[in-house]
């Protein structure tokens, strides 16, 4: 029975560490996003075929990989007076491309939402955004 002992003990902290490692007690958690360029910084719809601007944004993180293109990210216009809602519109990948009603300056936002690992517990998820400066002819 003495023998059994130690082999079980061994047994018993190789389950532990094992759990503790699945469950990210191992100290591994997601890489928080901090801030987010987007470029081109400034960019005239009529310089590009077909009036269509491709934008990227490129996220900085508090480890490494960074910086890293965020892909997919969000895109949209911030919200003003001086232009409608839907001035623009977006693909998935970032290109944007000007209504043709529309002729002004817009500002494009791109980024991605960031959730804390704690948001359960009220603490909410975030816009993680960066924003350029698009011209409609």
Do not use: H
Request: proline share 8%; aromatic share 8%.
């Amino acid at each position: 029975m003495a023998k059994l002992l130690p082999a079980f003990v061994l047994a018993l902290l190789i389950v532990v560490a094992l759990n503790l490692l699945a469950c990210g007690g191992g100290g591994s958690s997601p890489r928080q996003l901090l801030s987010v360029t987007v470029t081109p910084a400034t960019a005239n719809a009529s310089d590009f075929s077909n009036g269509m601007v491709q934008f990227t944004a490129t996220g900085m993180f508090d480890r490494i990989p960074s910086p890293a293109t965020l892909n997919p990210a969000t895109w949209d216009l911030i919200p003003s007076t001086s232009y409608p809602a839907d001035a623009v519109s977006f693909s998935t990948s970032g290109v944007a491309q000007c209504k043709a009603e529309f002729a002004g300056t817009v500002t494009v936002r791109g980024g991605a939402f960031v959730c804390p690992q704690n948001s359960m517990m009220g603490v909410p998820c975030r816009l993680v955004f960066g924003t350029a400066q698009l011209t409609c002819p």
